[in-house]
């Protein structure tokens, strides 16, 4: 059964407005002002169930995976350690200072239930609305790094991210982002 992401008031409140904490600057507000990660939930409904166990909302998955992704964290064990750490993290996913972190398998088994094909089209979807949006294109430019000879000069520190682009995502999508962004 897929979950859905609940923002009910907490019943201690510590007086504390994840709003206010992360500053007005913060890269992750640029980001969920650009991208609308409701559009998941249609796309992957057909990977769940109407009874049984409660899922993590398809939503905050995705932007778990993008978090992955978009501070080059090295595994999806270190994102769980460190999002509960970090009040940017869970501003950006919605969750409460109380709520829940969900285990790392939880990654790992949305991209085996939804499969490739879908997984690669909902980041391509996400990527596509970034990379629109013009509040988000310094953003996707400084994290791309991309030099003035071209994309083979890439920086070995965003490998990663030359992988993702250039192996996972379709190359079309991959150069209209190197040409939105030269």
């Known amino acids: ?12 409140n510590y007086a504390v407005n994840l709003e206010k904490r992360v500053r007005s600057n913060h890269p992750l507000r640029a980001v969920k ?7 998941v939930r249609e796309e992957v409904a057909h990977c769940y169930g109407k009874k049984g166990n409660e899922s993590v909302a398809p939503e905050v998955i995705l932007k778990m995976m993008f978090l992955l992704f978009f501070d080059d964290i090295k595994s999806e064990r270190e994102l769980m350690e460190v999002i509960g750490e ?9 969750y409460g200072l109380d709520q829940k972190i969900p285990d790392h398998s939880v990654l790992s088994k949305a991209r085996k239930r ?24 310094p953003i996707l430019a400084s994290r791309l790094e991309i030099p003035a000879t ?4 890439l920086p070995p520190k965003w490998s990663s991210w030359r992988y993702f682009f250039h192996f ?4 079309s999508l991959y150069d209209s982002l190197v040409d939105l962004l030269s």
């Open 1 to 12: 059964m897929m979950g859905e992401q609940k923002s009910e008031p907490e019943l201690f």
């Open 150 to 153: 071209g994309i083979s000069e």
């Open 114 to 137: 939804w499969g490739q094909e879908v997984f690669v089209s909902l980041f391509s979807r996400v990527v596509h609305q970034w990379a629109a949006s013009v509040v988000c294109r």
């Open 86 to 94: 970090r009040l940017d993290y869970l501003w950006f996913l919605d």
């Open 33 to 39: 002002a650009a991208i609308d990660f409701s559009f």
């Open 168 to 171: 996972v995502m379709r190359s």
